[in-house]
């Protein structure tokens, strides 16, 4: 089945800086790839997704990039503010399976004022 | 937009009894739920698939009889734990997906924190 690996475990940034989270995925028929944010006991808020067919996509501070040979995709967050503090998660859409919704083991972000 | 209603949000129970856990999708009809349970500053693990009308499809590992799932109806399915134990404390939340046509789009309950003593 998939298996979403995602990096790193924890960061921590300043505020104003960038916070990059990797994710690489492992069955390339999975076409649907969301960051949740998750605040302690809350359920995942969607932040940003991106579908197989397009490479990058961008809101605001927010950007995710694609890559479907490598079977990675990343988030981008710009400008880091102190409620960007967090814990992130990609997944990944299993279309073969009935959308399955496969998760990474998260990120916690730290930003530090 | 898609809401999902699921109840209650904090059980308590005592070892050995049963406990139900709903999620109703109030403005849609969810043809296909998601059940995962979350310990703390841990991932979401999916433990069981359920189509409305279908038996539910269990992740491997996961115990069938221990953790029934229910999809009579297009806006409820429920997950009950029976025969609960204190390893089976945790964070239970459902999400049903809003988009087959490619498959994207999926909408989550606010979860239940189970505590079993």
């Known amino acids: 089945g998939e298996n979403v690996e995602q990096h790193p475990s924890t960061l921590s940034v300043q505020e104003g800086d960038s916070a990059v989270i990797k994710c690489t995925y492992s069955d390339s028929a999975s076409n649907y790839f969301p960051w949740y944010k998750q605040e302690l006991g809350k359920r995942p808020q969607l932040i940003i997704d991106i579908r197989s067919n397009v490479g990058e996509k961008k809101d605001q501070r927010i950007a995710v990039t694609l890559n479907k040979t490598a079977k990675h995709f990343s988030l981008h967050i710009t400008e880091t503010q102190p409620e960007d503090s967090a814990v992130y998660f990609c997944a990944a859409s299993m279309r073969n399976q009935g959308g399955k919704l496969i998760f990474g083991q998260g990120t916690e972000l730290s930003v530090k004022p | 937009g898609a809401v999902v209603s699921q109840h209650p949000s904090r059980v308590i129970c005592k070892s050995g009894t049963s406990v139900k856990i709903e999620c109703r999708s109030l403005?849609?009809?969810?043809?296909?739920m998601f059940w995962y349970r979350q310990f703390p500053k841990k991932s979401l693990m999916l433990m069981a698939t359920s189509n409305e009308g279908s038996k539910a499809t269990y992740e491997q590992g996961v115990e069938k009889d221990k953790f029934l799932i229910n999809h009579a109806s297009l806006t409820l399915s429920t997950l009950t734990v029976t025969s609960a134990h204190p390893e089976d404390s945790s964070f239970y939340i459902c999400?049903?997906?809003?988009?087959?046509?490619?498959?994207?789009?999926?909408?989550f309950g606010s979860g239940t924190r189970l505590t079993v003593v």
């Open positions: 403005d849609f009809q969810a043809t296909t």
């Open positions: 999400s049903a997906l809003t988009d087959r046509v490619v498959y994207s789009g999926y909408t």
